[in-house]
């Protein structure tokens, strides 16, 4: 099986690569065309901004790519955000695979919580294989500014100044607003799940 970690501008491409290492897995990381079609996983990582981000996939063409693969895909943190339709951050057009919007939170000034959101929070409402062998309100870490909205695509939901999506999937695309790789045994599971998928 051959898995791919896609290299733009905006991944946390080496703490991705060390987690599916301890897996046993040796991803190849690479912004190839024809590399990345080739593979049998994609994982499209991702933290920074979504503007400059979106701006170097479309200049490189890797988002109509990502668009049309047809194996299994797996977005994470601002690479979630960047499958979604558009972004506040900087107004940001994005890819259009979830018809949902991105948000920056808007905390009100009484409830004591920072922006971003920084730390481990639960996810609920588990649906989607990924989420296999894995318990409703497990714990999962969070690093962002901004949240994809509830929707159909909807397959975990989390809560920090009000409820959003913690995770999406549509057909062959998966995506987690948390970081996997740094999210202990659960994070690891769900790699795992969707390495198997």
Not at 38 to 55: C, L, N, Q, T, Y
Not at 99 to 107: A, L
Request: charged letters at 20%; proline letters at 3%; one cysteine or more.
């Amino acid at each position: 099986m051959k898995t791919v970690i896609i290299k733009y501008n905006a991944g946390n491409i080496c703490s991705v690569s060390f987690a599916l290492d301890r897996l046993g897995v040796n991803a190849v990381v690479t912004d190839d065309p024809e590399e990345i079609r080739a593979a049998d996983k994609v994982i499209f990582p991702g933290v920074g901004e979504a503007s400059s981000a979106m701006r170097y996939l479309r200049e490189r063409k890797l988002d109509q790519l990502i668009i049309g693969l047809k194996q299994p895909v797996l977005g994470i943190c601002v690479g979630m955000q960047l499958m979604c339709k558009h972004s506040e951050e900087n107004d940001a057009t994005c890819m259009g695979i979830f018809d949902v919007n991105v948000k920056r939170f808007q905390s009100p000034v009484d409830n004591g919580l920072k922006i971003p959101q920084i730390g481990w929070n639960n996810i609920t409402g588990l649906y989607s294989t990924l989420f296999e062998h894995v318990p409703e309100n497990s714990y999962m870490y969070f690093v962002h500014s901004y949240y994809a909205e509830l929707g159909s695509d909807t397959v975990a939901t989390t809560n920090y100044v009000i409820n959003y999506s913690a995770a999406l999937q549509k057909d062959n695309f998966y995506a987690v607003q948390f970081h996997t790789e740094k999210s202990a045994t659960e994070g690891q599971k769900i790699l795992e799940n969707f390495l198997k998928l």
